[in-house]
């Protein structure tokens, strides 16, 4: 059996979303945005921002709702990735992972 896994750690882009599958079991779409900072000369740095929508299922999902803009989150799981053209026609991909492990990272002692 092969497997990709993935470990992410990214703030909340947007409040998350509670959905229900057609068995209707609960999951959430929780958007993440990670940066990446890149030397690109002498004290010059460059940051890349990578999204990843996470799928959330079970009671993690509804607890997702708790979540808000900007927190900070670690995650762990299965990635997909598919490509796709926008409407320039510009290739992309979208980058979904399947969460099996989920931490809340921010706490309101560090504000």
Do not use: W
């Not at 979208?94 to 931490?103: A, D, H, L, N, P």
Request: hydrophobic fraction near 35%; charged fraction near 35%.
């Amino acid at each position: 059996m092969n497997v990709q896994r993935i470990e992410v750690v990214g703030r909340t882009v947007v409040k998350p979303e509670l959905l229900q599958s057609k068995n209707k079991k609960p999951y959430a779409k929780v958007r993440i945005a990670v940066n990446k900072k890149k030397d690109i000369g002498k004290k010059k740095q460059s940051e890349k921002t990578t999204y990843y929508d996470l799928l959330v299922f079970g009671k993690r999902a509804e607890k997702s709702q708790n979540l808000e803009k900007g927190m900070l989150l670690r995650s762990m799981g299965d990635i997909d990735i598919t490509p796709y053209l926008t409407k320039k026609g510009e290739p992309k991909a979208s980058q979904t992972i399947f969460v099996k492990e989920f931490q809340v990272l921010s706490t309101d002692i560090f504000k």
